[in-house]
């Protein structure tokens, strides 16, 4: 059998609520380790605010009910971007993190930013193991660590596979919003 790596979704406006409402179910522990600090909804919230959907790339990978699961923000600076990502519990080990991280890094590619960088907890096994797995150099200082990874630029293929992921995320879209429709239908036909 084939290991088939998840959709990942590029978010927009419209998608606020599901996006907000996968950080508020992260427990405090993985708060912790998205964010670098336990904090509350209100941090949350307030982070959440400042998002930019135009500017930055925010992409997600969604369960079989449309519920996101795992998020990756790299927001967009004059010189490098900052990468975020959060996977919730149950999805882990599944290649959520690593198809996102690979999405974002073609998005930025294709913008011509030229570098990544990721800001963690040193004890964020998960993250480090993602950022090494991806070429990123590592630094350590006491309880933190900094990842940085230099993009080259845009090809053909990265501006292809950007636009392919885009292609079959909207197919599904598609097929997830009428199947429901249909499945409403059914019910109100048979009532």
Known sequence: ?????????????????????????????DRRLRFG?????????EYFGRL?????????????????????HVAIGAEYAEL???????FR?????????????????????GAVFVHCLAENE??????L???MKLTSQGSESDGYLTLPGATSE???REWLHDQQAAAVEILRRNTRLANLMWRLYSA
């Open 1 to 29: 059998m084939t290991n088939i790596p998840p959709l990942t979704l590029r978010l927009n406006r419209q998608d606020r609520d599901a996006l907000l409402s996968h950080f508020l179910t992260l427990d405090a522990e």
């Open 37 to 45: 600090n336990s904090i509350g909804d209100g941090v949350v919230r």
């Open 52 to 72: 930019d959907f135009v500017r930055d790339g925010c992409f997600a990978v969604r369960d079989g009910d449309g519920r996101i699961v795992a998020a990756v």
């Open 84 to 90: 975020g990502l959060s996977v919730s519990a149950g």
């Open 93 to 113: 080990a599944r290649g959520c993190g690593g198809a996102l991280f690979g999405r974002a890094v073609d998005f930025l590619r294709n913008r011509d930013v």
């Open 126 to 131: 998960a993250m480090r193991h993602l950022a």
């Open 133 to 135: 797995r991806h070429g």
């Open 158 to 160: 990265s501006r292809f």
